[in-house]
């Protein structure tokens, strides 16, 4: 009867043993795959919180248009910012483009991590102006942050806090498995809300 017993507790150790090692396992592997993003976020952040945004590289140049700008659909006016952003060696934006305004007041738009362009109607309804913005490398985080990237890179943002979820909470549980560290964990945890909600209040 006692061996019974102690096989089915070391039966149970083993598997408690198995069940943390995998966890372990996890944690590291997404930790190691998501360094380079988090640490990007992370920095953009810190940075972005003391009103260091990066620059942007700016000029306005002069289009020549077929048909006044007014008459133009969204999707011809994008025609016509990549063709004066490729004149410049500069990629197209990553974002979205919208139209707005009436009339002789009608503006294009079309924002993205590494580049704006705006275009807007002059006196010559066949001449148009184009403020065009370049962004450096560090404004090019900083817009990707800010989610002004492709589709791609959102989904992958989307990834990277699902995979950061994770993390916390595979850390909260392996914390809580072992009986040394529980008390240290769920004090750790009832200190961090608070603390959250103080600056939360405090901000």
């Not at 598997?15 to 920095?43: C, D, E, I, Q, S």
């Amino acid at each position: 009867m006692c061996i019974i017993a102690r096989r089915s507790q070391y039966e149970s150790l083993k598997g408690f043993t198995l069940n943390r090692t995998t966890l372990t396992k996890l944690h590291l592997l997404l930790a190691a795959f998501m360094f380079p993003a988090v640490l990007m976020f992370l920095v953009t952040g810190a940075l972005y919180t003391w009103g260091e945004k990066g620059a942007w590289h700016e000029q306005t140049a002069q289009i020549t248009l077929e048909q006044p700008l007014a008459g133009q659909s969204e999707d011809a006016l994008k025609g016509i910012a990549i063709t004066a952003l490729q004149e410049r060696g500069i990629a197209a934006p990553s974002g979205k483009a919208s139209l707005s305004g009436e009339g002789d007041d009608v503006s294009f738009a079309w924002t993205g991590a590494r580049s704006d362009i705006s275009i807007t109607a002059t006196a010559d309804p066949l001449v148009a102006n184009a403020d065009i913005k370049e962004a450096s490398f560090h404004r090019w985080l900083v817009q990707l942050h800010k989610a002004k990237g492709s589709t791609a890179f959102k989904v992958y943002a989307t990834i990277l806090a699902v995979i950061l979820l994770l993390l916390v909470a595979s850390g909260l549980i392996m914390g809580l498995q072992v009986k040394a560290l529980r008390r240290l964990t769920v004090l750790s945890s009832v200190v961090g809300a608070v603390a959250f909600v103080g600056f939360v209040l405090a901000g």
